[in-house]
């Protein structure tokens, strides 16, 4: 037997005012798109804002339903999105800000199982990193250089 240790480094900055401006304004227009969100039954809000490679931007937020399963989180709306509306565009980065109705969300919140799955199959699918920018409403900012080191042991077609 074998223990095996897998880590990874991420980049943390006390406000997204110490980002490069580029990822700042990804950054504001995640959380903006936060507030048109459709969540009212968690009362959850997330925004995500996708950066391709030639500098369009594609938005998107979670979308709720009454039957719970029916919803889509906001990564995949905008991964989803940018895939149908720029086929075979890179995507270099994905913006992700929270904001909830109930409390103040201080800290980045991070994709949940389902959108790392997705990410990382974008991720392999145009073989470069997508970087993650993962913010709260306010404080702290975590930059992930890729979706790999968030999903290291990542299920891809190279397993079927």
């Keep these: 037997m074998k223990s095996i ?3 990874f480094t991420y980049n ?7 980002l490069p401006e580029n990822e700042q304004k990804l950054v504001g227009l995640s959380r903006e798109m936060t507030k048109s969100a459709y969540s009212p039954y968690s009362g959850f809000r997330v925004g995500a804002v996708v950066l391709l490679e030639d ?9 709720e339903n ?3 399963p029916s919803g889509l989180c906001a990564e995949r709306v905008a991964v989803f999105s940018a895939s149908a509306l720029h086929p075979g565009k890179k ?3 994905i913006a992700i800000s929270a904001y909830s109705n109930t409390k ?3 800290k980045p919140v991070s994709p949940c199982g389902s959108c790392r799955q997705v990410l990382i199959e974008y991720e392999k699918k145009q073989k470069t990193p997508v970087k993650i920018i993962l913010a709260g409403e306010k404080g702290k900012v975590l930059v992930i250089d890729s979706v ?3 999903l290291p042991l990542h299920f891809t077609n190279i397993d079927l």
Excluded: P, R
């Design 5 to 7: 240790v897998k880590s």
């Design 12 to 18: 943390e900055f006390d406000d997204f005012t110490e």
């Design 55 to 63: 500098g369009t931007t594609i938005k998107g937020n979670n979308q």
């Design 66 to 68: 009454v039957a719970y």
């Design 91 to 93: 995507i270099k980065k």
């Design 104 to 106: 103040s969300i201080e």
């Design 148 to 150: 790999a080191d968030l």
